[in-house]
């Protein structure tokens, strides 16, 4: 998901999806949707963090998922940064005794600095460049924005210094790697842990590269990333337009996109370019504020009105299957080609035509978009904490 400041301006929003009457209040032990999964599942949250993250985790809380970490990892920004967004809004709203935060790897398997630099000058600039956009004082220093480039242990305050929000006075959990605990868990709970990727899949690719048997002993993995047909659409409309149909999540880590796509999870679920059908409006967080808690404020100070419930949407998917209206089902691949203009671009296949080795995965292309602002507006209005547990 893009941090919330790191465009360091604003846009009409134009592409916002004006969210009408029909939206009703939901107490915390009520759902939007009536289908949920048969028992409470647990999940483990992987994720570049930003300072509205929390919407995220705040859906499978909701909808009475067990939690049992948060992951950060680099895709927007460095993964210390990300984790330590997962630390201040844990402890604003009290979960930080419940929910452990661990950091992910500092950097992706091969993609670097300057390998990605030199890829947009034998390809062209990516609309979206994460966290290896160039070093900007103003854009971190003044507007307060996540670090890019430079120092992958660079932290910049100013970015907690904001009403509302401050720096965390919690740790990361310092007892293993991000990597490790997806595998520690999975072999504790075989065939009951979900994995959710909303950022780039380095530290899942690292897990299952660790344990041969760590795919297989999950309940299957989300992940939010993987446009397809984006040529068209980044040729049209401004730079925010490509933008929006841009693949940070997997170009930032070619590699391991392919690593955890063709490892052998009992199923792969990629939410792709329907996770830009809902943005909101203005007035749609203003009705988000009118029940007042840490969570809501931020929501309604923060969220942009330009940018899509991106990883939001991945997650109401996972919860409640239930709101997914149409799917299709392919075989999956990452071009991990260096010199390729497609490199970290999904490659779908049929089966007469793919090559060795792919995995075959759902892909969701049509939703429930009535339900999607009902879901997010109760989760965010009426958020567990940790003695709900």
């Not at 067990?66 to 927007?76: F, K, P, R």
């Amino acid at each position: 998901m893009r941090s919330l400041l790191t465009l360091g301006f604003f846009v009409s929003s134009s592409l916002s999806i004006p969210l009408g009457q029909h939206q009703q209040r939901h107490d915390s032990t009520s759902s939007p949707i009536s289908k949920r999964w048969d028992s409470s599942p647990k999940v483990i949250m992987d994720n570049d963090w930003g300072i509205t993250g929390f919407v995220t985790y705040l859906v499978p809380l909701y909808y009475n998922w067990t939690i049992l970490g948060l992951l950060s990892d680099t895709a927007n920004s460095w993964a210390l940064q990300g984790g330590l967004h997962a630390l201040a809004s844990l402890e604003l709203g009290a979960l930080s005794d419940c929910i452990p935060v661990y950091r992910g790897a500092d950097l992706p398997l091969l993609q670097n600095e300057h390998l990605f630099q030199t890829y947009e000058l034998l390809h062209g600039v990516l609309p979206w460049e994460g966290v290896f956009a160039k070093y900007n004082e103003t854009s971190e220093k003044v507007l307060g924005n996540d670090p890019t480039s430079g120092d992958p242990g660079r932290i910049v305050k100013e970015a907690f210094e904001k009403p509302g929000y401050a720096y965390p006075n919690v740790s990361f959990a310092a007892d293993t790697t991000a990597a490790m605990f997806m595998v520690e868990q999975a072999r504790k709970y075989p065939g009951e842990v979900v994995i959710y990727s909303g950022g780039a899949l380095t530290n899942i690719a690292l897990a299952v590269r660790m344990d041969p048997d760590f795919a297989k002993n999950t309940a299957g993995l989300y992940i939010m990333g993987g446009y397809i047909d984006r040529m068209i659409e980044q040729t049209t409309g401004d730079v925010l337009q490509a933008d929006l149909v841009s693949d940070i999540n997997l170009v930032i880590d070619p590699e391991a996109a392919r690593i955890a796509l063709t490892a052998d999870f009992p199923n792969i679920t990629i939410v792709g370019n329907v996770a830009n059908v809902l943005t909101p409006t203005v007035d749609y967080l203003a009705d988000v504020g009118d029940v007042v808690n840490p969570f809501s404020v931020l929501t309604k100070l923060y969220y942009p009105t330009f940018l899509p419930f991106w990883d939001e949407t991945a997650a109401a998917i996972m919860v409640d299957p239930s709101i997914v209206t149409e799917s299709i089902e392919f075989y999956a691949d990452v071009d991990t080609q260096y010199h390729s203009p497609y490199y970290g671009y999904i490659r779908p296949y049929q089966a007469a035509l793919m090559p060795p080795g792919l995995r075959k995965v759902r892909y969701i292309t049509k939703v429930n978009e009535t339900a999607l602002p009902d879901i997010f507006k109760a989760s965010i209005q009426y958020p567990k904490t940790c003695a709900d547990f």
